[in-house]
């Protein structure tokens, strides 16, 4: 995967100082190790060839139906009732 560096660091498994504007390939799991420390690099565009894209359907999403309580129930308070 493509990255830019936007600030100068120096990579701990290979020694290489990078400098700003330098765009390099890295495995995701290196870019996941170098953006956990922070702000040393940003993610470039990939630029994929085009996939068929599946059309959907635009449809209106049904209403959940939301159970109401029954008026005449007494909530529940999650107290046990004391016995006299």
Same mark, same amino acid.
């Not at 290489?16 to 420390?37: A, S």
């Given at each position: 995967m493509?990255? !830019?560096?936007?600030?100068?660091? /120096?990579? /701990?498994?290979? $020694?290489?100082?990078?400098?700003? $504007? ?13 953006? !956990?420390?922070? $702000?040393?690099?940003e993610?470039?565009?990939? /630029?994929?060839?085009?996939?068929e &894209?599946?059309?959907? &359907? ?9 159970? &109401?309580?029954? &008026?005449?129930?007494? !909530?529940?308070? $999650?107290?046990?009732?004391?016995? !006299?």
């Amino acid at each position: 995967m493509k990255v !830019k560096v936007t600030n100068p660091f /120096k990579d /701990k498994n290979t $020694g290489r100082l990078y400098k700003v $504007g330098e765009e390099l390939d890295f495995p995701v799991e290196r870019i996941n190790e170098i953006v !956990k420390v922070g $702000g040393l690099i940003e993610l470039l565009e990939v /630029k994929s060839e085009p996939t068929e &894209q599946v059309e959907q &359907q635009e449809t209106e999403p049904e209403p959940e139906e939301v159970e &109401q309580p029954e &008026q005449n129930e007494p !909530k529940a308070t $999650g107290r046990r009732k004391r016995s !006299k």
